[in-house]
């Protein structure tokens, strides 16, 4: 299973999940699940936990992923096509993902620990 896949099973609100995984199916289709992450609700917030606002600095997320088992990569969908459909340095896709405002979900372990952030808000997902 690709990252992509699991985070989706793992993440997105069960009555959304067979939608958004036959979104991955094409480019089309995967272009709209990106369309929305600027205000993404898809998610289900039984799997969203909070970070500390002292805390949403990409050394101290970083640190706190990798705490939680992440490795130096992370695969990323994210509203910014310079990172979207990549597999990169997770500090660095920090460094241009937090404050950016450009919705971007990072997965570090497929279907377990990912990052989320929006025009909303960020936050850890974690299963």
């Known amino acids: 299973m690709n990252h992509e896949e699991a985070l989706i099973k793992a993440f997105i609100l069960p009555s959304k999940r067979e939608r958004y995984l036959g979104f991955l199916s094409t480019s089309k289709g995967r272009a709209k699940i990106i369309s929305e992450l600027a205000h993404f609700k898809a998610l289900d917030a039984r799997f969203m936990k909070s970070i500390?606002?002292?805390?949403?600095?990409?050394?101290?997320?970083?640190?706190?992923?990798?705490?939680?088992?992440?490795?130096?990569?992370?695969?990323?969908?994210?509203?910014?096509?310079?990172?979207?459909?990549?597999?990169?340095?997770?500090?660095?896709?920090?460094?241009?993902?937090?404050?950016?405002?450009?919705?971007?979900?990072?997965?570090c372990i497929p279907g377990r620990l990912g990052y989320f952030e929006d025009e909303d808000g960020r936050c850890l997902l974690e299963r």
């Open 52 to 107: 500390i606002p002292s805390q949403h600095d990409p050394v101290s997320v970083a640190k706190l992923i990798r705490s939680k088992g992440a490795g130096p990569k992370c695969w990323v969908m994210s509203e910014n096509s310079q990172l979207d459909g990549k597999e990169l340095d997770l500090l660095l896709t920090l460094k241009e993902t937090i404050g950016a405002q450009m919705g971007t979900i990072i997965s």
